[in-house]
């Protein structure tokens, strides 16, 4: 499946404040939570509704509502964490997991430290949430891991994704729908997207 890029100014707008240098880790932090708000709202458009029985202040009345328990949101940490906030204010009752990586800096590959989902994981549709989608490794081994636990329907939502990711993940999980503020040019020689942002997770937390 071709990935869903968001096209729409205020994207554009918020992309270019989380881009630039000089902007601080509160409000790198806030824009991030933004832009994955917005992606989940895509991301969403095609779940299942329920139709309820409900009374306003005039009648009664058939309406359609979400069921919450059948979605969980898994952020990859760290710098998914900066996803959740934003994605829990569309879905406010979703269970939360978290998967655990690092990208060894020499072979560029994930390695697993932490993985921990919520129960019947398998009847859930999942969105992974990482807000860089560079070389592809984690990503791949993320939906790989949930696979693995049954779950047959999984999204990936990221804010900015670089070509050569996109490419491995697709080749890997060609079933699985990306979701994306934008698509870079390239990686470096280190594995970073560029133009792209630097390290998601220290400008998140301020650790660099």
């Keep these: 499946m071709e990935p869903i890029v968001l096209n729409h100014p205020i994207v554009e707008h918020k992309l270019t404040v989380l881009r630039d240098k000089r902007t601080g880790t509160k409000e790198f932090r806030e824009i991030a939570g933004e832009l994955a708000t917005l992606l989940c709202y895509e991301a969403m458009k095609d779940a299942d509704l329920e139709e ?47 998967i655990g990586m690092y990208r060894n800096e020499e072979t560029l590959e994930p390695v697993e430290y932490y993985f921990k989902v919520p129960k019947e994981i398998e009847n859930r549709e999942v969105l992974v949430l990482d807000p860089m989608l560079a070389t592809g490794g984690t990503a791949v081994d993320a939906i790989s891991q949930l696979k693995k636990r049954g779950v047959k329907k999984i999204k990936f939502l990221s804010i900015i994704a670089a070509p050569e990711g996109l490419d491995k993940v697709q080749k890997v999980h060609p079933d699985v729908q990306i979701y994306c503020a934008t698509v870079d040019e390239h990686l470096n020689d280190v594995g970073y997207i560029v133009p792209g942002l630097g390290d998601a997770g220290d400008r998140i937390y301020g650790t660099k």
């Design 52 to 98: 309820v029985e409900i009374e306003t202040p005039m009648t009664k009345m058939k309406a359609k509502k979400l069921n919450e328990q059948k979605y969980a949101f898994v952020p990859v940490l760290r710098a998914g964490l900066s996803m959740v906030d934003g994605i829990l204010k569309v879905v406010p009752n979703a269970k939360i997991g978290h």
